[in-house]
């Protein structure tokens, strides 16, 4: 099957520095890749939608300067959490599905703790 | 818009105890609606796809059936290792999925 990778697995950062978090398929292209957010006993909020070669779309209520996101690849989508702060910690998580098919495959998530 | 709802939120089962989970769904044209397993910690494992209603898909311990209003998962003679959050999500036209709350299942031996 697909496989989506992410790293980091877990980051610790200090309130007001940036994150950054990579999102890979590993055996298939994406022109399209999605991050999701997910606080503890909560199900997946997607965040936005991330498109290589332009800009991501953000859902609602989702601040754009404050996740920057770069889909610089077919294979590679990142997420800038920029000047951390406490409420940031969660869990984000990366998914993506090879073109042609409906399913998205995610990836193992990255745990954020901002101090 | 989308709205998926899951219940039970939780379920308790004994090894061997059959049991269905249910997802209930509106959406503006359904491209697909998806199952997926959780573990804590991790992120969602890919289980079904199911395009229209009538379809079932099976894998293992587990099946998924869909009708135009909900969705069934089927877990038979449950085993330990099937406790996890199961996870319901909706895909409209756009290909964004919509989550449902989840299902945390537990079996005990």
């Known amino acids: 099957g697909a496989v989506v990778s992410q790293h980091p697995s877990w980051v610790i950062c200090k309130s007001g520095t940036s994150v950054k978090i990579e999102c890979r398929s590993l055996?298939?292209?994406?022109?399209?890749m999605f991050w999701y957010r997910q606080f503890p006993k909560q199900s997946l909020m997607l965040m936005a939608t991330s498109n290589e070669g332009s800009k991501a779309t953000y859902e609602q209520g989702v601040e754009k300067d404050k996740f920057l996101i770069n889909h610089a690849s077919l294979t590679l989508s990142t997420l800038t959490v920029t000047s951390a702060h406490p409420e940031d910690s969660s869990f984000y998580i990366c998914s993506a599905g090879p073109s042609g098919s409906h399913t998205q495959y995610f990836g193992p998530g990255t745990r954020l703790t901002v101090l | 818009e989308d709205q998926v709802t899951q219940s039970p939120e939780a379920l308790r089962l004994q090894e061997g105890e059959s049991s269905s989970l249910n997802c209930s769904y509106t959406?503006?044209?359904?491209?697909?609606l998806f199952w997926y397993r959780q573990d804590p910690g991790k992120g969602p494992e890919f289980l079904f796809t199911l395009y229209s209603a009538g379809e079932e898909k099976e894998k293992e311990r587990l099946k998924a059936t869909l009708t135009k209003k909900e969705s069934f998962l089927h877990i038979t003679a449950p085993k330990p290792e099937d406790s996890a959050t199961y996870l319901c999500a909706v895909q409209p036209n756009d290909y964004k999925l919509s989550f449902g709350a989840g299902t945390t299942v537990t079996v005990r031996a």
């Open positions: 959406v503006s044209g359904l491209r697909g």
């Open positions: 055996d298939f292209q994406a022109t399209t």
